[in-house]
């Protein structure tokens, strides 16, 4: 059964601060992964995905996220942090065609001044 | 080009009553899946519906069901609603061609 980790239930970080988000994930077939974020009362949005190629992925806003295939991990990463990233980030793995896409249960990440 | 609409936003039932919630797909999008979203969770996929038909489905009960119209558009009928059915529900939807899943902004289900 696939499954998806993500330890760290809330993170609170400075505005300008670098940011890692983790996620580990468990997948029988080769994964298609992705970061999803989702700010209060919205939908969730696509920060970037990974099929294949290289193992570094850039997305929007500035993250980008690195596959690492022994470690099952799938970690999402931010050089420096707006306060308006604030909002909660979803890892998540599935199929191409996104069937039965699996989410971790989310990080709520905080931004201080 | 309108996203991925859903209707309606909020809506509160009683216990054993029926709903159906409602989701157009984002413009060229032929395939619509359905979450559900409870308090403090991650999403969890209920079933997907590709050409009218539910091609796959996730660990949801009977209760749960859906349709897929002609013109892509989708609905999620729960029935016997349960007190732990309230959460938010999310649709989402893709093609073959592209690589990307939008959401739409969800429905909000309470049930008391």
């Known amino acids: 059964a696939q499954s998806v980790t993500q330890p760290d239930i809330h993170i609170t970080v400075s505005e300008g601060a670098s940011l890692e988000l983790r996620c580990n994930y468990s997948?029988?077939?080769?994964?298609?992964l992705f970061w999803y974020v989702q700010s209060p009362g919205q939908g969730l949005q696509l920060l970037l995905k990974?099929?294949?190629?290289?193992?570094l992925v850039q997305g929007i806003k500035g993250f980008e996220a690195e596959f690492k295939r022994s470690q099952s991990s799938f970690n999402l990463r931010k050089p420096s942090v707006h306060w308006s990233d604030a909002a909660e980030y979803f890892c998540a793995v599935g199929p191409r065609g996104y069937q039965k896409v699996t989410f971790g249960t989310g990080t709520k990440l905080q931004v201080i001044p | 080009d309108a996203g991925v609409t859903q209707s309606p936003t909020h809506l509160i039932k009683t216990r054993g009553q029926q709903v159906t919630l409602r989701c157009s797909p984002k413009?060229?999008?032929?395939?619509v899946s359905w979450y559900q979203q409870a308090l403090g969770q991650g999403p969890q996929f209920i079933f997907q519906?590709?050409?009218?038909?539910?091609?796959q489905r996730g660990n949801f009960p009977d209760r749960f069901s859906g349709h897929q119209f002609p013109n892509y558009s989708s609905e999620l009928n729960v029935n016997a609603l349960l007190l732990g059915d309230s959460a938010l529900y999310l649709c989402?939807?893709?093609?073959?061609?592209?690589?990307?899943?939008?959401f739409g902004p969800g429905t909000r289900l309470t049930v008391t």
């Open positions: 413009s060229g999008h032929d395939t």
């Open positions: 997948y029988g077939a080769t994964p298609y």
């Open positions: 990974y099929f294949s190629g290289d193992t």
């Open positions: 989402a939807s893709s093609n073959g061609q592209s690589d990307e899943q939008y």
């Open positions: 519906y590709y050409e009218e038909e539910e091609r």
